[in-house]
């Protein structure tokens, strides 16, 4: 069984930085797309930032140039660093990846962890 956990969250002052972690676990053949999504309460879930398995990114537009993803394959691992974090970044972040298992790629969600930027 795949899992993903996301760690790193916490409670921060605005304009400061956290470092979030995705670690993938199990029956894993290879990891494609990894991805953090982010919700905060009473808004529908969005996508942050992409990784492909190359290295690739992607950023949302509210994001760009403050967070930065990146993976280490070998590790199984995506992270984000969030700098210049605002208020408007308060959410609970989650992990998605889409994993070959042994039987066929499918998607994968974390439980989240959540982010917290307030004085």
């Known amino acids: 069984q795949v899992q993903l956990v996301e760690s790193g969250g916490g409670l921060v002052q605005p304009g400061g930085s956290l470092r979030l972690s995705c670690a993938a676990s199990?029956?894993?053949?290879?990891?494609?797309?990894m991805g953090w999504y982010r919700q905060a309460p009473g808004k529908q879930r969005e996508l942050v930032a992409l990784?492909?398995?190359?290295?690739?990114?992607n950023y949302a537009d509210s994001v760009k140039g403050r967070f930065t993803i990146s993976r280490d394959n070998a590790k199984h691992t995506a992270y984000l660093q969030m700098n210049s974090l605002k208020p408007d970044d308060t959410a609970a972040y989650y992990c998605?990846?889409?994993?070959?298992?042994?039987?066929?790629?499918?998607?994968?969600w974390g439980k989240g962890t959540l982010v917290t930027v307030s004085s």
């Open positions: 998605n990846a889409y994993i070959h298992n042994g039987q066929g790629i499918m998607e994968y």
């Open positions: 199990g029956i894993i053949f290879s990891i494609n797309d």
């Open positions: 990784i492909s398995s190359g290295g690739r990114s």
